[in-house]
């Protein structure tokens, strides 16, 4: 048998199939309300056979959103519009695990009604904006209270998904979004408990991981992580010891999975003078594998053939696929039948509104009929 199709016990949970979807932002939403709309609930059901899928990355407030059109889980009728997307997705009988999220930094007060972004410490990113025109603004260094209020949003995040049904929350805490601005020395130039030696980088973190485990229970929690991604101006001077840190945090506390970004930056990234991913971490699987003992998945361009090879040699136990499952939604199917892959995903449509390179691409049989 085909080893994605080896089923796998994930905490609580029990995945078909270890072909999973990877977070994918699409802005479908009303930029007005952000509700999840009938679009989405098209969207989501039709990736309905994955091992499970995570949601687009899900702000958790007003001052974490960065991206026009993206759904909330902040408001009422936000929690009542992924219900109808969870609830479509169990009927036919899919697994689906919302990713919350904090943009901190990597954002422009423009998107955020004009409130002044938030980050550990007032450095601004020497990057653009993703996806916009903009520079990106010196952020308010975020005060103890500011902090507590952050994990209480998150908190609030969590029992907002469980209202709407999701099986289990990822905290984001990668490719240099508000968690990861904490952990990372590049971002985090603190001097108080919350900034300096590993442990205090790691606090935030996993006060929030902890506050999420009160709601859904640890089988049922999992993070993303980019120990060495170079997006959003982001490095850290010893990557190494600070994962393995806080990784075997995460093992610590019996999470179900972790989401591992193996991203492979070349060598002085848009010139900052970072040194090159390989040249920190040579083999992030080889790494981080040993210290955990729940689900460990791979992500980043992989195609079912280098993700066999990597499970059969036991680097991790599961994949995301994200950008083949944009221009596949049958991608299981299509994998388990041995029929073509779409390759050709059209990036002009990633973050536009509407059908168009959202629910037209085509199911392998129905083309072929
Ligand atoms: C259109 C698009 C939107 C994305 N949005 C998110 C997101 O919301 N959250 C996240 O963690 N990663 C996001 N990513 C990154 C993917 O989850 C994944 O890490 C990346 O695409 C690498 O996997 P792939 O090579 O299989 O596509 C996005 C990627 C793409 C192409």
């Given at each position: 048998m085909n080893i994605l199709f080896k089923p796998l016990k994930m905490g609580d949970m029990l995945l078909p199939n270890r072909i999973c979807m990877a977070a994918l932002t699409r802005q479908?939403?009303?930029?007005?309300?952000?509700?999840?709309?009938?679009?989405?609930?098209?969207?989501?059901?039709?990736?309905?056979?994955?091992?499970?899928?995570?949601?687009?990355?899900?702000?958790?407030?007003?001052?974490?959103?960065?991206?026009?059109?993206?759904?909330?889980?902040?408001?009422?009728?936000?929690?009542?519009?992924?219900?109808?997307?969870?609830?479509?997705?169990?009927?036919?009988?899919?697994?689906?695990?919302?990713?919350?999220?904090?943009?901190?930094?990597?954002?422009?007060?423009?998107?955020?009604?004009?409130?002044?972004?938030?980050?550990?410490?007032a450095i601004?990113?020497?990057?653009?904006?993703?996806?916009?025109?903009?520079?990106h603004e010196v952020p308010h260094e975020m005060t103890i209270d500011d902090i507590k209020l952050v994990i209480q949003q998150f908190k609030q995040a969590a029992i907002n998904c469980k209202e709407a049904g999701f099986d289990g929350v990822q905290l984001h805490c990668g490719t240099g979004y508000l968690i990861d601005q904490f952990l990372r020395d590049s971002a985090n130039k603190r001097n108080d408990e919350y900034g300096g030696s590993i442990q205090n980088r790691s606090k935030f973190c996993l006060e929030v991981i902890d506050e999420i485990i009160k709601i859904y229970g640890n089988g049922r929690v999992g993070v993303k992580i980019s120990p060495v991604a170079r997006v959003n101006d982001m490095c850290d001077s010893d990557p190494l010891s600070l994962f393995s840190y806080l990784i075997k945090e995460f093992d610590a506390r019996q999470l179900a999975f972790i989401e591992l970004r193996d991203d492979n930056d070349i060598a002085n990234y848009s010139n900052y003078g970072y040194p090159g991913s390989k040249e920190q971490i040579p083999d992030l699987f080889q790494a981080f594998k040993p210290l955990f003992k729940g689900v460990l998945i791979g992500n980043?361009?992989?195609?079912?053939?280098?993700?066999?090879?990597?499970?059969?040699?036991?680097?991790?136990?599961?994949?995301?696929?994200?950008?083949?499952?944009?221009?596949?939604?049958?991608?299981?199917?299509?994998?388990?039948?041995?029929?073509?892959?779409?390759?050709?995903?059209?990036?002009?449509?990633?973050?536009?509104?509407?059908?168009?390179?959202?629910?037209?691409?085509?199911?392998?049989?129905?083309?072929?009929?």
């Open positions: 479908r939403c009303d930029i007005n309300d952000l509700i999840p709309n009938d679009l989405m609930v098209k969207y989501y059901t039709l990736r309905a056979e994955a091992g499970f899928m995570l949601t687009e990355c899900v702000p958790i407030s007003e001052r974490s959103l960065a991206f026009p059109g993206q759904p909330g889980i902040y408001t009422k009728e936000q929690t009542l519009g992924w219900k109808k997307v969870v609830d479509s997705v169990h009927a036919k009988g899919g697994r689906i695990i919302a990713q919350v999220w904090h943009s901190g930094r990597a954002c422009h007060s423009s998107f955020q009604n004009g409130l002044q972004v938030w980050a550990p410490s601004t990113p020497r990057s653009k904006v993703r996806r916009s025109q903009f520079f980043m361009g992989y195609t079912p053939e280098t993700a066999i090879k990597n499970i059969e040699e036991n680097r991790f136990d599961a994949v995301t696929f994200g950008k083949l499952f944009i221009s596949n939604p049958d991608l299981v199917t299509r994998i388990q039948k041995n029929y073509e892959l779409n390759y050709k995903w059209d990036e002009s449509t990633f973050y536009t509104k509407g059908e168009k390179g959202y629910l037209d691409y085509p199911l392998y049989e129905e083309v072929q009929q």
